[in-house]
């Protein structure tokens, strides 16, 4: 920063302030919700403008609406990005964002361990549009990664701290990976929330958050996001990414053309949204909204206590082991410490002695914290993994992803942590 350049903002209160929306007609402080189908076009002209693009002004609002791209734009302040968008879900966002990136015959390499959600998408919608995901762990040496890059691979994909068993990532690595074989890094960042990590700033492209989580927080909303860094070279290889490098028709220049950097963005917004229509309902982004304006203050109180709970439970003697990066005994705590200095997140995953008839107990024991699917809740959650999300995988898939019988995963909520403890200390002596 130089003495003319003004400080940028703090977090704090960029969460609240970013990409507001003025209300020129009345004032109002809280972006309103744009609850409407279209906007009503001056003249031929200005409908013209709206529909080539030409002019910004929304045409129709299944890529956006005015309190949709208040969110957009907040996000990708948060993130240090150049632009963003919201759609229906987290997993809209990732589908989204792929579809934009890669074709039939087209492959992504991913690290192995992800959202089981998005492991689903992979293994059946996305193969049959004929998109290939192959896997590499995480620790594969670079050579290994290298060898697996294809000049079909249009992205690198993981997640900042995979759900549920939080074995932190290696951001900067993976980056450089990606960017010596010229091909974008995409972070799924949902649990790690632009305030724990900003991926873009350890190297990723492209970031995803499911908004259905900590950013909205109370659990009422689903939403997702897309995060573009503004920062990749879209023309450098133009085989790998026909769609934003050739002539969009004749005398249309590409993408890259007209919009440099910005290339993927534009065209995730203004071709995949609006084709596929991912939309999210204004009302819903309200909620999200709502939620941005307190993210600091809720991620400290649930890092806070996911940590205490964490350092409880591995004291325990009914628990075998403990899946959080915050603990100094977790294989992941280097990293945390380096991606993660102001807390390693709300999600507590650990294991039960008794394994499966132990977590059923444990579950039918719990009073305070609800058994239920979700996370980023403000109420504390725990699930079996094994038995929902991870119930269409063999025991050998699960015991490969580390779901083993007794894994509960715990989101932990703003409660107070003498409370969650109580009740898990209850729960657990009654096994
Ligand atoms: C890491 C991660 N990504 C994506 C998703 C999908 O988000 P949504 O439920 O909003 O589709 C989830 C859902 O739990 C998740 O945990």
């Not at 909620?287 to 890092?303: D, F």
Request: net charge negative.
């Amino acid at each position: 920063m130089t003495a003319s350049e003004p400080r940028r903002l703090d977090f704090e209160t960029r969460q609240i302030h970013a990409g507001e929306h003025i209300d020129s007609d009345f004032g109002a402080r809280v972006a309103p919700i744009y609850q409407t189908a279209g906007y009503r076009f001056d003249s031929l002209d200005d409908g013209e403008a709206r529909f080539s693009g030409r002019s910004g002004a929304q045409a129709y609002s299944r890529n956006e609406n005015p309190t949709n791209a208040a969110a957009g734009r907040r996000l990708a302040d948060l993130e240090g990005g150049a632009a963003g968008i919201v759609v229906g879900s987290g997993q809209a966002a990732i589908a989204a964002t792929l579809f934009a990136l890669a074709g039939t015959g087209d492959h992504i390499l991913a690290t192995d361990r992800l959202y089981e959600g998005t492991r689903q998408m992979f293994l059946n919608s996305l193969a049959r549009q004929g998109l290939v995901v192959e896997y590499v762990p995480e620790s594969a040496s670079e050579e290994e990664w290298a060898s697996r890059i294809t000049d079909r691979t249009r992205a690198l994909f993981t997640e900042t701290i995979p759900n549920p068993k939080n074995d932190v990532v290696d951001l900067e690595r993976l980056a450089g990976i990606a960017h010596r074989a010229g091909i974008p890094l995409v972070v799924d960042s949902t649990v790690a929330t632009p305030y724990l990590c900003r991926p873009i700033e350890w190297g990723a492209d492209i970031v995803i958050h499911s908004t259905s989580k900590w950013l909205s927080g109370h659990g009422a909303v689903l939403g997702g996001a897309i995060i573009d860094a503004g920062t990749f070279d879209w023309g450098a290889q133009p085989a790998r990414f026909p769609q934003l490098n050739d002539e969009v028709r004749p005398g249309v220049p590409s993408f890259v053309e007209r919009f440099g950097a910005a290339a993927f963005f534009v065209y995730l917004r203004t071709v995949t949204v609006l084709e596929y229509g991912p939309t999210v309902p204004a009302t819903s982004t309200f909620g999200l909204l709502q939620g941005i304006e307190t993210l600091s203050l809720r991620m400290e109180r649930h890092t806070a206590n996911a940590q205490a709970i964490a350092e409880y439970l591995e004291r325990h003697p009914a628990v075998s082991s403990v899946d959080y990066p915050g603990l100094p005994s977790n294989p992941f705590h280097e990293r945390a410490r380096k991606y993660l200095p102001l807390g390693s997140g709300g999600i507590v995953s650990f294991d039960l002695r008794g394994g499966k008839d132990a977590a059923a107990a444990f579950l039918d024991a719990i009073e305070l914290i609800t058994n239920m699917t979700h996370i980023g809740d403000v109420r504390t959650l725990a699930l079996h993994t094994g038995s929902t999300l991870h119930v269409r995988l063999t025991e050998e898939e699960k015991a490969a992803l580390g779901i083993t019988p007794g894994l509960i995963r715990l989101s932990v909520g703003l409660e107070s942590a003498r409370d969650l403890i109580a009740d898990l200390e209850q729960a657990l002596s009654a096994l």
